[in-house]
């Protein structure tokens, strides 16, 4: 199982894998970054959690936000955030894109039967 992980999760998530922006743990490296480890946390409560607590759409969207304004910086100055700070930015970026994704997707389908039943009352 584990040297699925190391084999697929980078290429899942695009990650750099760089061993100074990757947690540790007894000495071993994680499959991926710190902050694509955040993320992929994010992913899953979010999905686990959707059925209990979601946030509206603006704060799906605002979950996104701390992730870009962290990257950009560190893209655009001499900035270095660490590994806790990508690690919780991730978290929320993987939080806010699932609740974004299944917002989007049940406003879709809810779209789509509102035209069926008109379709079949009109029809």
Known sequence: ??????????????CHCRDDRSLHFRGRRFPICARCTGELAGMVLALAAWAFWRPGLAGAVLLLLPLVVDGGLQALTPYE???????????FFGYG?????LHTTMGAISFGMELGERWLTEG
């Open 97 to 101: 894109l699932v609740c974004l994704f």
């Open 81 to 91: 955030s660490g590994n806790g700070r990508r690690l919780v930015t991730g978290f």
């Open 1 to 14: 199982m584990a040297a699925w992980l190391y084999r697929w999760l980078p290429i899942l998530f695009g």
